[in-house]
C-alpha cells in the first residue's frame, strides 16, 4: 500500500491531464518547427511533419502518467497498434510519454524502435517498464535519439486546499 497522500482530483482530472499532455507536445512540436495535429487513428494521437525535412512525418501516441509509483508501463499492445497505423501512412512510429510529477512535468519523445533497444527499458510479458529512479533517468536523456523537456510549477499564490479563493 503506499504510504503518500494522493491529492484530491477533479473526477475528470485524468481524460484532461491526457488532452494536456497530447496538446502540449503539438505545442512543442509547432514551436520547433513541425507542422502537427491532433490525429485520431488507432494507436496514433498526432501526427507531425518537419518544414525543413518533408521526409519526416511522424505517427505519435502519448501517453501520460501520474508518478506515484516507481515504475510505470507502456502496454507492447499500443506500441504495435501505434507502428501498425504508421506503416499505412508511411510515417515514423513515435511515443510521447508524459510524466506529471510533483512539482515538474517531465516528456521524453523518442521513435518506437528505442523502447525495444537492449537495455534501454525493463521488459516483462505485456509491458515495457519505465523507471524513475534517478540512474535510470539520465540514461533516458543521454539516448541520442530521444527528447526530452521538463518545466517546473512553481506555486506562487494558489488556491489553498480549503478554499476555493486560495486566502
Known amino acids: ?81 501505434a507502428e501498425s497505423s504508421c506503416k499505412k501512412f508511411g510515417w515514423k512510429p513515435y511515443i510521447a510519454m508524459v510524466f506529471d510529477r510533483e512539482n515538474e512535468i517531465d516528456i521524453f519523445l523518442c521513435p518506437t524502435y528505442v523502447l525495444r533497444e537492449d537495455g534501454f527499458l525493463h521488459m516483462s510479458k505485456t509491458k515495457y517498464r519505465w523507471s524513475f529512479r534517478e540512474e535510470y533517468w539520465k540514461k533516458y536523456k543521454k539516448h541520442k535519439d530521444v527528447h526530452f523537456l521538463s518545466f517546473k510549477l512553481d506555486k506562487i499564490k494558489w488556491f489553498s486546499p480549503n478554499t476555493p479563493n486560495g486566502n
Not at 499532455?21 to 502537427?36: I, P
Open 1 to 81: 500500500m503506499n504510504s503518500r497522500k494522493e491529492k484530491s482530483k477533479s473526477e475528470r482530472h485524468k481524460d484532461i491531464a491526457g488532452k494536456f499532455g497530447e496538446y502540449f507536445v503539438l505545442y512543442y512540436l509547432s514551436k520547433n518547427n513541425f507542422e502537427c495535429v491532433k490525429f485520431d487513428y488507432v494507436g496514433i494521437d498526432l501526427f507531425a511533419q518537419h518544414n525543413e525535412d518533408e521526409s519526416e512525418k511522424w505517427g505519435i501516441s502519448v501517453k501520460l502518467f501520474n508518478t506515484q509509483n516507481q515504475t510505470k508501463g507502456i502496454l507492447k499492445n499500443t506500441i504495435t497498434k
